[in-house]
T-cell receptor, first 115, second 113 residues
Framework: NAGVTQTPKFQVLKTGQSMTLQCAQD?????MSWYRQDPGMGLRLIHY???????DQGEVPNGYNVSRSTTEDFPLRLLSAAPSQTSVYFC??????????????FGPGTRLLVL | DQQVKQNSPSLSVQEGRISILNCDYT??????FLWYKKYPAEGPTFLIS?????DKNEDGRFTVFLNKSAKHLSLHIVPSQPGDSAVYFC????????????FGKGTHLIIQP
């Protein structure tokens, strides 16, 4: 099992550009989520999904879109990048719908710099 | 308003001694708590968890204690080893839905030889 994979590892964008951060898991997990980590901060939830076709907003959803067309993939889209979105992005997945009670497995992260 | 607080940004401990990392929370709806360990340039990895119906959970060198009345939990690492040097995040969930985890800011543990 590859676990949770994320691409790219690092990306530089100019303000206003769009891009998609990819996340995939091969563990047949129903629950997937996206977090961002900023310096001196904990991880903050952006969006999550409890299964294919179902997504919802987390704590900091503004500026991000998600979709879940398959169980395996959960891409995060930045429609118009802003410097405030400079961060490290982590994707996570777990078996059950109750994402808090089950161990969440994290990907290695995508480091994004918006100029 | 921070619901999960780790008030020590860093902690230095000698190899072989006990490391104690602390975490406080304010949301009384939290009923499940986890500790994650993170090395630089890697994603967090799960370390240990505890349900609110327990006050202690052990896994090898790692023990988590939960004091619900004080809304406080701690992670004990005994004995501390060089590979334990990492950032440790405390996280909490109300478990009632799929709202993900609420994380603290992390404590950077440094194990000195």
């Amino acid at each position: 099992n590859a676990g949770v994979t994320q691409t790219p590892k690092f990306q530089v964008l100019k303000t206003g550009q769009s891009m998609t951060l990819q996340c995939a898991q091969d563990m047949n997990h129903e629950y997937m989520s996206w977090y961002r980590q900023d310096p001196g901060m904990g991880l903050r939830l952006i969006h999550y999904s409890v299964g294919a076709g179902i997504t919802d907003q987390g704590e900091v959803p503004n500026g991000y879109n998600v979709s879940r067309s398959t169980t395996e993939d959960f891409p995060l889209r930045l429609l118009s990048a802003a410097p405030s979105q400079t961060s490290v992005y982590f994707c996570a997945s777990s078996y059950s719908l109750a994402g808090g009670k089950e161990t969440q497995y994290f990907g290695p992260g995508t480091r994004l710099l918006v100029l | 308003d921070q619901q999960v607080k780790q008030n020590s940004p860093s902690l230095s401990v000698q190899e072989g001694r006990i490391s104690i990392l602390n975490c406080d929370y304010t949301n009384s709806m939290f009923d499940y708590f986890l500790w994650y360990k993170k090395y630089p340039a890697e994603g967090p990895t799960f370390l240990i968890s505890i349900s609110s119906i327990k006050d202690k959970n052990e896994d090898g060198r790692f023990t988590v204690f939960l004091n619900k009345s004080a809304k406080h939990l701690s992670l004990h690492i005994v004995p501390s080893q060089p590979g334990d040097s990492a950032v440790y995040f405390c996280a909490a969930s109300d478990g009632g839905g799929a709202d993900g985890l609420t994380f603290g800011k992390g404590t950077h543990l440094i194990i000195q030889p």
